[in-house]
C-alpha cells in the first residue's frame, strides 16, 4: 500500500501479514543475542563471515520495508509533505544509528561518515534520480514537478554538503580535513539550525511548493492545495507509531553485529575504506529509492524529488550533527573532508542538479547524463 492508494475505511488495521518482517527481524536478534558471541568469534573462516553479513543485510533491508510501509500508512494519515517527512526521517534515523554502531568499534573509522554522506549523495542525487529521470522520460517522455520545492531542496543541500564535506579541507586549525572543537560545534548547531527551519518552511508556510503541480502548469502557476490527510480511526494513529516502532528497533539493535562484521571484512580484504559508507548507503536508502522509482513510473515526479532531495538534504544535516558529537564525546577522530577528486565530483553533482531542476519539465536526457556521473563515482571507488 502507498500514499497514491489509501486504506479503504472498511479494512481493518491489523493485517497477520504485517508482523512478517517484524517477527523475523526479533527472531535474528534473539539468534545473536543468544549465539553471536561465538559466530563473532569465527568471523576468520570466509563462509561464516559471509553468510552472517549476507543474512544481517537481507534482514536490514526487508525490516527497511516494514518501516516504510508504516510511514507511509502515517503520512496517509498526516497528509503531504508531512507524510514523506516521516518517511525520510525514518530511514536517515536508521543510517545515523548504523554510523554511530561502527563508529564505536575497534576499527578505523575516522572518514566513515565522510564516506557514507557522500555515497548518499552520489547515491541519490546521480543514480537514483539518473535511474528514474531515464525511467520516467522513456514512459513519460517529458515529467512536470513542483519547481518550488526542488529549488528549496537544493537550496540546502548545497550549503550543508559544501560545509560538511569540502569547507573542512580548507581550514588552516587542521591539516587533515577534520575540525577542531569550537569549528565541530559551531557547524553543528548551523547545520541544525539550516535544516530545522527548512522543516518549518516545508511543514508550514510553503508546504504548497512540495506537492504535484496543476497537471495544466508548465511556469509560474500555483500548484494545488495539498490533499486533505484522511481522517483517522480510533487508535489508528497510535497502531502505525507502535508498529513503525517494532520495525525501527530490531534494526537498530542488529546494525552492531552487522557493524562488526563489516568492519571485519573490509579490515580482512584489504578493500577500500569508503566501501563501507557506500554499503551503510546502499543499506539504508534502498527501500526509499524504490518508492522513489515506483513514484517517478506512476508520473509522479514531485513526490519522488521530495523523497531523493529530502533524502540527501536528511542525511547532511542530522548526520553531521551525530557523528561531530561522537567524536566530541568520545575523542574519536572524525575526518570530513574529501579528497580532492571527489569534491570535484561533488561539486560536478550539485552544479549538474541545480541544471536538472531549473525548468518546469524533465527529459531522459537529465537522466542519462546523471548515470553517466554515478558511473565515474563507482570507478573513483576502486580506482581513486
Known sequence: MTLDSPRPEGQPMF????????????????????????????????????????????????????????????????????????????????????????????????TLARDTMFAVLMIVLNGVVGLGLLIGGIRHHEQAYNLHGASAFLAVIIPLATIALVLPNFTTSTSDGSLTAVQAVAFSLLTIGLYGLFLWLQTGRHKGYFVEPRSDSDENIPADPPAPPRRPRKGEML???????????????LSKSLAKVLDYGIAATGAPHSLGGIIIAMLVFTPEGISALIAIRRDQLTRAINLCLGGAA??????????????????????????????????????????TFSGWRTTMLEGAVHLSMFVVFLVLVFSP
Open 314 to 355: 536528511s542525511t547532511v544535516g542530522l548526520t553531521v550533527p551525530a557523528v561531530l558529537a561522537i567524536g566530541l564525546f568520545t575523542g574519536k577522530p572524525v575526518v570530513l573532508g574529501l579528497p580532492a577528486a571527489s569534491i570535484v565530483l561533488l561539486t560536478s553533482t550539485l552544479v549538474l542538479s541545480t541544471l
Open 15 to 110: 493485517n497477520p501479514r504485517m508482523l512478517i518482517r517484524p517477527a523475523a527481524a526479533w527472531a535474528t536478534v534473539a539468534l545473536f543475542l543468544i549465539f553471536g558471541s561465538d559466530w563473532m568469534a569465527h568471523l576468520s573462516r570466509h563462509e561464516i563471515g559471509l553468510s552472517l553479513f549476507a543474512w544481517l543485510f537481507f534482514v536490514i533491508v526487508w525490516g527497511s520495508f516494514g518501516v516504510v510501509h508504516e510511514a507511509e500508512e502515517l503520512a496517509g494519515l498526516l497528509g503531504e509533505p508531512v507524510g514523506t517527512l516521516v518517511l525520510t526521517l525514518s530511514i536517515v534515523l536508521i543510517e545515523v544509528v548504523l554510523i554511530s554502531a561502527v563508529m564505536l568499534g575497534a576499527g578505523d573509522t575516522a
Open 239 to 253: 497502531f502505525h507509531l507502535l508498529m513503525l516502532l517494532i520495525n525501527i528497533l530490531p534494526i537498530v539493535i
